[in-house]
């Protein structure tokens, strides 16, 4: 049940990238989905957060009005849709899911915002 990240790649700043997380298996509209970032040299930094029926929705402050998370439980997947993304973004974006003390990570893909 481990998720699966894709979208992952190389942009210009200013740009736009979307990524999908999916993780296989009928309970899935039971996690709760966060993606997390990591990059080189620094902590995991939380990104944002659905809940598992798409009612609540949070974002970290550094992607707030430029990512838009959603959810589509049918298709047993989350994207995260990046606009206007800077240089700073660069990292490794991590899928987690989340179900009561239940979580499972994501291998990770790779976003790098260069010119």
């Known amino acids: 049940v481990q998720p699966v990240e894709l979208g992952g790649g190389l942009v210009q700043p200013g740009g736009s990238l979307s990524l999908s997380c999916s993780q296989a298996?009928?309970?899935?509209?039971?996690?709760?989905i966060s993606w997390f970032r990591q990059a080189p040299g620094k902590e995991r930094e939380w990104v944002a957060t659905?809940?598992?029926?798409?009612?609540?929705?949070t974002y970290g402050d550094s992607v707030k009005g430029r990512f838009t998370i959603s959810r589509d439980n049918l298709k047993n997947t989350v994207l995260l849709q990046m606009n206007n993304l800077k240089p700073e973004d660069t990292a490794v974006y991590y899928c987690?899911?989340?179900?009561?003390?239940?979580?499972?990570w994501g291998q990770g893909t790779q976003v790098t915002v260069s010119s």
């Open positions: 298996g009928s309970l899935f509209s039971r996690f709760d």
């Open positions: 659905i809940s598992k029926d798409g009612g609540s929705i």
């Open positions: 987690r899911s989340q179900w009561n003390s239940v979580q499972y």
